[in-house]
C-alpha cells in the first residue's frame, strides 16, 4: 500500500487524503503508529484549508486534534481543562466548522461522558456532506453510543466491520452503494489482537508481579522495598485513598 500510495495512487478527484486523530490516550496513540507506517505528513489543524487546497496526493495527511483545538468557551477566548471539567455546559465544540469540512477520514479516540459537547451532531453530518463532502470515513474507536460522534449508535461487527451512513435519512446500510461516508465502530476491537496484545502486555506486566505481592502484605503502602513503578500506582490502600490520589475525593464534591 505504501509504494501504491507514494507512486500517486490517490485519485486526483479525491484530493489529498487527511487523517484526523482524537483523543491523547493509548487508542489515539495506536492508530497513530499504524497510520506511521505509510507515507504521510504530520499537519498542525489549523493548516488544513492550506492543506485541501495545496496538498499533494503522493502521500497521506495526518493531524492530531486535542480538546483545546476545537472546545471554546461561549463567552471568553480560550480553553482550560479545570475549568471545562468543571463548568463544561459552558463550552461548545467548533469541530464540525474548523475540522471536519477539511478531512477525509476520523480516528475517533477522545473521552467522552455525558454533558460534553459533541465531535459531531446528526446535523453536523448532514451539513459536512451537503457542503465540502470531503468526509469518507468515520472510525468511531472509542464508540460511546451516540456520545462525542452522535450517529454512532449502530455497531459494525468483527464480521461486519464497515457500512455506509447516509446523513440525510440518517440510515445505516451496508452496500456501498448511494450516499453517505463509512462508518467502523467494533465494540470488541481489541479481540483481533488477543495473541499480540496478551503477549505485550504479559511480558511487560511479569517483573512487576513479584512487587504487585508485595503490596498486598506491606503495612503501609510507602514501603521502600517496594518499585516505584508499583509503589505510586497504588490507588487504594487500607479501604483509604492514597496521598497521590485523595485529589480524587475533591472531584466528587464538586460533582
Known amino acids: ?11 486526483s478527484s479525491l484530493g489529498p487524503i487527511i487523517f484526523c486523530f482524537t483523543g491523547s490516550g493509548n487508542v489515539s496513540h495506536g492508530a497513530q503508529s499504524v497510520f506511521k507506517l505509510l507515507p504521510h505528513e504530520m ?6 484549508r492550506e492543506v485541501v487546497t495545496q496538498g499533494k496526493t503522493n502521500h497521506l495527511y495526518g493531524t ?9 468557551h461561549k463567552q471568553i477566548s480560550g480553553f482550560d481543562l479545570k475549568h471545562f471539567l468543571k463548568y463544561r455546559s459552558e463550552y461548545t465544540s467548533n469541530f464540525s466548522t474548523e475540522v471536519a469540512p477539511y478531512i477525509s477520514c476520523l480516528v475517533n479516540g477522545v473521552y467522552w461522558e455525558q454533558g460534553y459537547p459533541r ?4 446535523m453536523d453530518a448532514e451539513n459536512i456532506q451537503a457542503g465540502s463532502g470531503r468526509l469518507l470515513a468515520v472510525v468511531d474507536v472509542s464508540n460511546d453510543f451516540e456520545g462525542s460522534i452522535e450517529f454512532s449508535r449502530r455497531e459494525t461487527t468483527l464480521d461486519k466491520p464497515f457500512a455506509i451512513y447516509n446523513p440525510f435519512d440518517r440510515s445505516f446500510h451496508e452496500d456501498f452503494s448511494g ?52 509503589r505510586s500506582a497504588v490507588i487504594t490502600f487500607d479501604k483509604q485513598l492514597t496521598a497521590p490520589f485523595r485529589y ?8
Do not use: W
Not at 64 to 72: A, E, P, R
Not at 201 to 212: Q, R, V
Not at 248 to 255: F, G, H, P, Q, V
Open 1 to 11: 500500500l505504501g509504494p501504491y500510495i507514494s507512486s500517486g495512487g490517490i485519485p
Open 43 to 48: 499537519v498542525h489543524p489549523n493548516d488544513l
Open 64 to 72: 492530531i486534534v486535542d480538546s483545546h483545538h476545537y472546545l471554546k
Open 119 to 122: 465531535l459531531l451532531t446528526d
Open 179 to 230: 450516499e453517505g461516508f463509512l462508518i467502523s465502530n467494533i465494540d470488541n476491537l481489541p479481540t483481533q489482537l488477543a495473541i499480540e496484545a496478551t503477549s505485550f502486555f504479559g511480558e511487560g506486566l511479569l517483573p512487576y508481579i513479584p512487587d504487585m505481592i508485595k503490596v498486598s502484605k506491606a503495612k503501609t503502602p510507602d514501603d521502600r522495598t517496594i518499585n516505584y513503578s508499583i
Open 248 to 255: 480524587i475525593n475533591n472531584i466528587r464534591k464538586d460533582r
